[in-house]
């Protein structure tokens, strides 16, 4: 038999075999073709998504979920450095809602994850948990196996580093997967890059808003505690903080006093706080400081439930710093990056400048308002009383020359009209140059007692000082002189039974207090206790007291005390 004849079908099978092989191979290379053609669409796609806005934090959830769809991945996570070298920010892709809180603090770059912080290059796992760098997981942590981390640099830094675990189906991520994400994590440092220059750019503009929100309010004549209240409320805004607080100080005695708070802020003593360590660090440097809770910057207890990073800054005007403005944000929260600090330093110092010119400012239309009282006192001594003492001796010389007593009289009653106005000139010219005592003068102390005892009595009340008043009368008198006017016109409006009652107090080298009124004068039967209290009031302060029966009906009763050689 001709061999071949005889192999000829053999061959034929064989280069059908071989024909197959040559086809499924074909397939499988435009298999593969295909599949890194929608490979390399989804790696545009999702660059294309992480450079679609400006927003840092939405960029960066961005970066994530786009790692976590590329490469199959169940849990996906983007660790933000700090300076330091430890995690700052932590955005995590995959696990359930409220997870997170029961799983306690973010990573901060330990065990393997700080294994890529170390040594910044892709690392690539079947299984993580065989790492000598890994140190378990926290409680309520879903297991996790495959791993797969690459770094990404912005300005040739290393900005933070991605994390990808549990790959779905099983299995473990390939060279493939890692290649493409370094892809996605060098079009993610452009994106990161962008967003954190537009997320810079706005917060300036955001503070610079905010610091000519204060200088309007200062301008406009706002009080210091409203000023103080709208640094609090921007600081806590801008910050993104649970709290804000405004210390003021440090006083001679290094303490500090509550200018202004907004938020969860536990209860500080309204004045004389005690700095803690953190304080007399910035105090000492002139330059903010960072804590992870604000319990470091007050002495005693000042952490309170949900607080945690810190950052305080002085309120610094020149040379010399008037307070500390302190951001407190909530437990968890991101820490306060480098970036931050400057803005809200430069917004503290904005803000104490304006409160130094503010307070510059009132200083003026203080000295201002007391120059002008001067020029009005000095008129009304050098130009209407002369003209008054003028008027009363001519009228006094008329009177001499006057033989109708009724004209004589009537002249008298001038004269003594013009006199009382002469005192009450005096008087005006005592409280022009008295300085603003407010609600704490003697006169105004005086005047609301006369007025709440009047209230409702039927009396007619009047209260005339003469001498400065609120100026000569030491303070530790003011209470005895108020107790004995209380007590006085208490009588007075208890047992006279008259229309009026008229206050008159005159200070000189003694304090005279003297309450006169038209009534029926003081009963005989009557209980002579406050009077008693009086006179041992008067006997302590060296003084005494004179109860009178008026000829023409009433009662007069002076109360008089020695002032102070020094006052």
């Keep these: 038999m001709d061999p071949e004849r005889a192999g000829s079908p053999v061959s034929g099978v064989l280069s059908g075999l071989r024909l197959q092989e040559l086809l499924d191979e074909v397939q499988d290379r435009l298999g593969q073709i295909a599949a ?22 939405t960029t960066l959830r961005r970066i994530v979920q786009s790692a976590v769809d590329l490469v199959d991945a169940r849990y996906g996570a983007l660790g933000v450095l700090a300076a330091d070298g430890s995690i700052a920010r932590f955005i995590e892709v995959g696990l359930h809602p409220g997870q997170r809180e029961t799983m306690g603090r973010p990573p901060t770059g330990k065990g393997l994850l700080g294994q890529l912080i170390v040594e910044p290059e892709p690392l690539r796992l079947a299984d993580l948990t065989a790492h000598p760098a890994s140190v378990g997981f926290p409680p309520n942590h879903p297991p996790m196996h495959s791993f797969v ?36 994590a060098a079009a993610a440092g452009i994106a990161v890059q962008n967003a954190d220059l537009f997320e810079q750019s706005r917060q300036r503009q955001q503070w610079l808003e905010a610091q000519a929100e204060v200088r309007t309010d200062v301008l406009a004549g706002a009080a210091e505690e409203e000023v103080l209240e709208l640094v609090a409320v921007r600081t806590r805004e ?3 903080s649970a709290a804000a607080v405004v210390l003021l100080g440090p006083d001679e005695e290094g303490r500090y006093r509550l200018g202004a708070a907004e938020g969860a802020v536990p209860e500080l003593s309204p004045d004389g706080i005690e700095p803690g360590e953190a304080l007399l660090e910035l105090a000492d440097s002139r330059g903010p400081v960072l804590a992870d809770a604000p319990g470091t910057l007050v002495s005693g207890t000042w952490d309170g439930d949900g607080l945690g990073p810190t950052a305080a800054v002085p309120m610094r005007s020149a040379e010399r710093i008037i307070g500390v403005l302190i951001a407190v944000r909530g437990v968890g929260a991101d820490l306060f990056q480098p970036a931050e600090v400057p803005l809200v330093l430069s917004f503290a110092q904005q803000a104490a400048l304006a409160l130094e010119l503010a307070e510059k400012s009132r200083a003026q239309r203080q000295l201002d308002v007391l120059a002008d009282r001067d020029r009005i006192a000095r008129d009304l001594h050098d130009v209407v009383i002369q003209r008054l003492f003028a008027t009363g001796l001519q009228l006094q010389s008329t009177m001499r020359r006057s033989t109708q007593p009724d004209v004589q009289d009537r002249i008298a ?46 009396l007619t009340a009047s209260l005339r000082t003469s001498g400065a008043v609120d100026t000569l009368v030491p303070a530790e008198l003011v209470p005895h002189v108020v107790a004995a006017t209380r007590e006085a016109v208490s009588n007075a409006v208890r047992h006279s039974g008259g229309r009026s009652v008229t206050v008159t107090v005159e200070v000189g080298a003694d304090l005279m207090l003297q309450v006169v009124d ?16 009086l006179a041992d009031r008067a006997e302590e302060l060296e003084g005494q007291l004179d109860v009178r029966r008026r000829p023409a009906g009433g009662t007069r009763l002076t109360w008089r005390i020695p002032l102070p050689e020094a006052a």
């Design 149 to 184: 981390g690459v770094p990404v640099r912005v300005r040739e830094a290393v900005y933070g580093n991605l994390y990808l675990t549990e790959k779905l189906g099983g299995g473990e991520f390939t060279a493939d997967d890692e290649v493409v994400l370094q892809a996605l």
């Design 518 to 533: 038209d009534g029926t004068g003081i009963p005989d039967d009557v209980a002579r206790s406050g009077l008693r209290n």
């Design 238 to 240: 801008l910050t993104r």
């Design 36 to 57: 890194g053609r929608d490979r390399m669409q989804s790696l545009l796609d999702a660059v294309l998504a992480v450079a679609a806005g400006l927003e840092l934090e």
């Design 413 to 458: 009653h001038a004269v003594e009209e013009l006199d009382e106005t002469v005192r009450e000139i005096r008087t005006s010219i005592f409280d022009l140059h008295t300085a603003e005592q407010g609600e704490q003068g003697l006169r105004r102390a005086l005047l609301d007692t006369v007025t709440e005892l009047a209230a409702d009595s039927g």
